[in-house]
């Protein structure tokens, strides 16, 4: 109960905007899930809000069949984005949504496949000998061939949360696959290691390259000292990283691989790929950790740890077993990653000398709800009081909406889940009805057991 009267307080702003039921009366859900009856109505008007928007977020899919677009009720171009898929799919819309999401993956893998290291002018991933350069632009002002052409940005923008795929189809299929969905992920993940993943091993060290899980090449979560923002140099030197939120996600990508291979009966690659896992995760505590249990955002392309701790980095190093037990409670780092009632710092100290608010000097909501479920199963205690705050922090109406590709203000009178939270002010910013922002909202309601009939979660959490 008190749970509840902390998420009614929470939420209490909601009843103030207009209810879903009101402003969209032919809006019929296709979610199988209902609420308990009785529960607080900041909750309802917040749970109805969520659905609404994540299945406005449907769209048809170019490679086939329906798939969940970024955000914007629609309005991300049939992109199909490697971190979105991981961070929603693991989150909740696998387990409320699986049918949907099965068709999403296949898509994802599709895609994926058919842009293999296809790169646009200017957008080349250094060192690496299978690209292709390609007379098509890419995320330019007025034109983006390359993206609307295969709905996927370049292999440049895909070395963090890319391979997280895997995961999110274990966790997937461990609860409604059946054998040949676990042969179909077995042949494709072991395509993607061998053909995608490969280049990016250092046998030096053992760990990947590849910029920090979503954080985009390029942009203001890097020191300046990669380069200008937005430029080649700055991307590249982000891709040349070996981040410890990448690393875990192929630490469970591993682990799904040696179980599908169970699966499938092949017990001794079952043992190879389980050795893989081991070995990497070794390899994170090894290079990755501080002397006081906590993970490097990065090692920088010499060695050297970058003297900063990623909340995500943190997050995933727990869920996927790196460390347990004590040793997972340090690596939470709560004494060196603040928090504060809008969320947990995406990284922390902030680059003062990398000016802008975005990955900088903010706090990303699915973020801090994979934070605070580390947190559950680090100490046992629960989070949700704090994730429902968070969570509560993301969702307006915006005080300014200019008329764009994703709708106009009235389009968003009963509110919206944004993308992000600016750090210092707790202002909500970036894309309206954010995916994975609420797909972190409906993985609240499943913990925090609101809903009549909970659906099962996987082995691989």
């Not at 079952?270 to 896992?277: D, E, F, L, M, T």
């Amino acid at each position: 109960m008190d749970l509840l009267n902390e998420a009614e307080r929470a939420f209490a702003p909601l009843t103030g905007m207009e209810p879903v039921p009101s402003a969209f009366p032919g809006f019929v859900p296709r979610l199988e899930y209902e609420l308990k009856s009785g529960l607080p109505a900041p909750l309802v008007r917040a749970w109805e809000l969520a659905v609404f928007e994540i299945e406005s977020n449907v769209r048809p899919c170019p490679y086939g069949g329906e798939f969940f677009t970024a955000g914007g009720r629609g309005g991300w171009h049939d992109m199909l984005f490697g971190q979105d898929t991981t961070g929603t799919a693991l989150l909740s819309l696998n387990r409320l949504y699986p049918d949907l999401m099965k068709n999403h993956l296949r898509a994802y893998v599709s895609a994926r496949l058919n842009v293999w290291f296809l790169c646009p002018e200017g957008w080349e991933l250094e060192g690496c000998k299978e690209a292709i350069p390609v007379g098509l632009d890419c995320w330019m002002p007025r034109s983006r061939a390359f993206c609307d052409r295969y709905h996927m940005s370049p292999a440049l923008n895909r070395t963090g949360m890319d391979v997280g795929w895997i995961w999110a189809a274990g966790d997937l299929f461990d609860r409604s696959g059946d054998l040949l969905d676990w042969a179909w992920l077995y042949g494709m993940g072991g395509l993607f290691f061998s053909r995608f993943y490969q280049p990016f091993f250092d046998p030096a060290d053992g760990l990947y390259f590849g910029q920090a899980s979503f954080i985009d090449v390029g942009h203001n979560g890097y020191p300046l000292s990669f380069g200008t923002p937005h430029t080649r140099a700055s991307r590249n030197a982000a891709v040349r990283i070996k981040a410890a939120s990448t690393n875990a996600l192929y630490v469970r990508s591993l682990d799904v691989m040696a179980h599908a291979a169970l699966v499938l009966g092949r017990d001794g690659e079952s043992g190879r790929w389980q050795k893989r896992a081991d070995e990497l995760r070794a390899a994170i505590r090894e290079k990755l950790r501080f002397p006081d249990g906590s993970f490097s955002y990065f090692l920088h392309r010499d060695g050297e740890p970058e003297p900063r701790r990623e909340a995500l980095g943190a997050a995933f190093c727990v869920l996927c077993d790196v460390v347990r037990g004590e040793e997972a409670v340090r690596a939470l780092a709560p004494d060196k990653i603040p928090r504060r009632d809008h969320g947990v710092a995406l990284f922390y100290p902030f680059y003062e000398e990398n000016p802008g608010v975005y990955h900088n000097k903010s706090a990303w909501p699915f973020a801090s709800t994979f934070y605070y479920l580390a947190s559950e199963k680090a100490t046992g205690k629960s989070f949700l009081a704090e994730d429902a705050r968070q969570l509560a922090s993301s969702v307006t109406v915006p005080d300014m909406l200019k008329k764009n590709d994703r709708g106009e203000l009235s389009d968003y009178r009963t509110g919206t889940f944004k993308e992000y939270i600016r750090w210092e002010d707790g202002v909500p910013g970036g894309t309206n009805a954010q995916s994975w922002t609420i797909s972190a909202f409906l993985n609240f309601a499943l913990r925090a057991g609101l809903l009549k009939k909970t659906p099962e979660r996987s082995r691989f959490w």
